[in-house]
Every structure is written in structure tokens, then in C-alpha cells.
């Protein structure tokens, strides 16, 4: 669809506001690859599809690493569960061949079956603190959550834990509905390093994607999370 010839006012306006206001506003920046992943993990939070294969398209040709991208893929059906992941998964496939990538990518898997539980445990408790340490015996969601979401999933390779953090606070941010895990991963974030500086910026450059009631209780979130000591 060409939007110039069927939209030309709209799409005027709405390139104007994504690629100069929301990426020069000043303090509100963010270096591109980190970028271009916080917006795709946002994208894929709020189901925006069509944009989520033009974006990553973009990205790619500006360098973004196919393994951050799959790498965010595969973290997200934790957060989104498969039935709405398994769309992204089919077009950042069909994207990256288009661009001439070999797939599949080069593995990651840093955890196996028989420690992905002691391995997940140790991730929640760098993340969330030693209250963690116990916390999968309290019932089977508790341990799935520390062996296949940690264990699984933030133990491997191609992303480390600060950008994995981040793009769980923009899935968890971009689909709504979920503040509750939204303030946790806020503190996550910042013991890891993402500062709330950072997680502002985050949500500013992902504000034309998923509109501004979400962005705004992101922020709002943000600003009531407790400081990291």
C-alpha cells in the first residue's frame, strides 16, 4: 500500500513524528540496535505485525544482529505465550531469508534439561534478589517459570541479561493489562543496570507503536518503582 498516494497528510505527519521528533528529542535517545530491539519487542507485545516485518526489515539493513532478533523471538512466549508468537517467529524467517541470512542461526542454548532449574533459579536470584532462591518450590507454575522462562530462555547466549530484561519490560508494557509484572521486571530492570532514565527513553522511542495510554502507564510505573540501592 502506498500510504503518499492514498494518506499523504497522515502518513506525512506520522513520519515526521516517529523518524524526527521521537528519535532526536534530546535526552530521549537511545544508540539504534538497542533501538530498533526495544521497538520490536514492542511491536510483538501489542500484535502490530505488519509493522513488526517493515521494522525488522529496517533494522536488519541498519545492522541490527539476527540473533538479537531471534533471541527476543524465543523470550517472548513466555511473556505472550506461542499462540500469538508464532506469527513474529514465521516472518523474522521470512524476512531474514529474504535478506540472505542463513538460518538457522548459529545455537545459543547455554542451559540443558538437566540443569535448566539450578541454572533458571540462579538468573532469578541475579535478577530479583535471594528471595527467589526457594521460590520454584512453591508450586509447579513457580518451578516451569524458573526452568523454562529462566532456564530456557535467559540462560542462553545472544543476549545478556540487561537487553533481556529490557525486552521483557516492552513485552509486558506494550500489551497492557499486566503492571503487576510490569513493576517487578521495572525492578528487575534496574538491578540488572537499566536505570530508570534508560527505561523512560525505552518507552519514548516506542510510544508511536503502541500508543500513549500504555506508554503512559509504563512511565507511571516507572516513576513509583523503588530505587536500586
Known amino acids: 500500500m502506498n500510504y503518499r498516494e492514498t494518506d499523504p497528510e497522515f502518513i506525512e505527519?506520522?513520519?515526521?513524528?516517529?523518524?524526527?521528533?521521537?528519535?532526536?528529542?534530546?535526552?530521549?535517545?537511545?544508540?539504534?540496535?538497542?533501538?530498533?530491539?526495544?521497538?520490536?519487542?514492542?511491536?510483538?507485545?501489542?500484535?502490530g505485525l505488519d509493522t513488526f516485518r517493515l521494522v525488522l526489515a529496517e533494522a536488519l539493513e541498519q545492522g541490527l544482529d539476527p540473533v538479537w532478533?531471534?533471541?527476543?523471538?524465543?523470550?517472548?512466549?513466555?511473556?505472550?505465550?506461542?499462540?500469538r508468537v508464532l506469527p513474529f517467529l514465521d516472518t523474522a524467517n521470512e524476512v531474514m531469508k529474504a535478506c540472505d541470512i542463513q538460518l538457522p542461526l548459529p545455537g545459543q542454548a547455554?542451559?540443558?534439561?538437566?540443569?535448566?532449574?539450578?541454572?533458571?533459579?540462579?538468573?532469578?536470584?541475579?535478577?530479583?534478589?535471594?528471595?527467589?532462591?526457594?521460590?520454584?518450590?512453591?508450586?509447579?507454575?513457580?518451578?516451569?517459570?524458573?526452568?523454562?522462562c529462566f532456564g530456557d530462555y535467559y540462560t542462553r547466549t545472544g543476549l545478556d541479561l540487561r537487553q533481556r530484561e529490557m525486552i521483557t519490560f516492552c513485552f509486558l508494557a506494550a500489551q497492557g493489562g499486566c503492571e503487576p509484572q510490569l513493576a517487578a521486571h521495572i525492578k528487575g530492570n534496574i538491578q540488572v543496570g537499566n536505570d530508570k532514565d534508560f527505561l523512560v527513553r525505552v518507552v519514548s522511542q516506542c510510544l508511536p507503536y503502541i500508543g500513549y495510554p500504555r506508554s503512559l502507564n509504563a512511565i507511571t510505573c516507572i516513576k513509583t518503582a523503588p530505587h536500586h540501592d
Do not use: S
Open 13 to 47: 505527519r506520522l513520519e515526521h513524528f516517529i523518524r524526527n521528533e521521537v528519535v532526536e528529542e534530546p535526552g530521549q535517545q537511545l544508540e539504534a540496535c538497542t533501538r530498533y530491539l526495544a521497538i520490536l519487542a514492542a511491536l510483538m507485545g501489542c500484535q
Open 69 to 83: 532478533v531471534k533471541e527476543m523471538v524465543y523470550q517472548a512466549v513466555d511473556y505472550l505465550g506461542i499462540g
Open 110 to 148: 547455554a542451559a540443558t534439561l538437566d540443569n535448566r532449574l539450578e541454572n533458571g533459579t540462579a538468573v532469578q536470584v541475579e535478577i530479583f534478589g535471594e528471595g527467589m532462591r526457594d521460590a520454584w518450590k512453591q508450586d509447579h507454575i513457580n518451578r516451569w517459570l524458573a526452568a523454562n
